[in-house]
């Protein structure tokens, strides 16, 4: 996403807006909950056991993978490191 950021001069600058940090330590339990649902599930906005594709792992349903993030016991790229390395070669 870009912006465009009035100089004193008038003039503008173009830039990109900074996404803030998915960090655990940077992020509360309330502020994960709201990351997770809405990586899940922003597209359509509802919540369909059916977009839950994980359960042909035998995963369950997929917001129980980042259940650890919620609680901030692991970061999403160790959740999704461990997810995906049966299929990493």
């Known amino acids: ?11 503008t600058k173009r830039g990109r807006k900074s996404m803030k940090s998915l960090l655990i330590q940077d992020t509360t339990r309330e502020e994960r909950e709201n990351i997770v649902h809405q990586a899940l599930w922003g597209a359509c906005g509802i919540d369909c056991e059916f977009c839950s594709g994980c359960d ?9 993978i980042y259940q ?7 970061e999403i790229s160790e959740i999704n490191a461990e997810y995906h390395a049966p299929f990493v070669r």
């Open 1 to 11: 996403m870009t912006f465009e950021a009035a100089r004193s001069d008038g003039s």
């Open 56 to 64: 042909n792992r035998g995963g369950g349903r997929i917001e129980s």
């Open 68 to 74: 650890p993030y919620i609680d901030g016991l692991k």
